[in-house]
């Protein structure tokens, strides 16, 4: 489940100033999150966000992430595996930066 809060709920949480007369309030949308589900967070978010998905590997699977002017974020929720850039490698688990 992902949760994407609106600029002003964020700035609300956050203790941020954040004027009503700057854009109109939209609400927050919640998304669940299933095996390989995928959502178009831009009708939403204005940042640079453009795809959030789930993906569920196998043990010993890979994916190939290519950056074509794309960032892109992992979080670990269960197991652990390794990324690799160029030549660095790093070593992922639940919670590691």
């Not at 700035?11 to 100033?17: H, K, N, P, Q, Y």
């Not at 004027?19 to 978010?45: C, K, Q, W």
């Not at 850039?85 to 070593?91: K, L, M, P, Q």
Request: hydrophobic residues 40%; charged residues 20%.
């Amino acid at each position: 489940m992902i949760e994407i809060s609106s600029p002003h709920t964020a700035a609300a949480l956050f203790g941020l100033d954040h004027h009503a007369s700057e854009e109109r309030m939209s609400g927050a949308a919640v998304y669940p999150l299933t095996a390989n589900a995928e959502i178009d967070p831009t009708g939403i978010l204005t940042g640079p966000l453009r795809r959030i998905r789930m993906a569920v590997l196998k043990p010993h699977a890979a994916e190939t992430l290519t950056s074509d002017d794309t960032e892109h974020t992992v979080f670990v929720l269960r197991g652990s595996g390794t990324v690799t850039v160029g030549t660095a490698r790093a070593e992922l688990r639940p919670g590691s930066p």
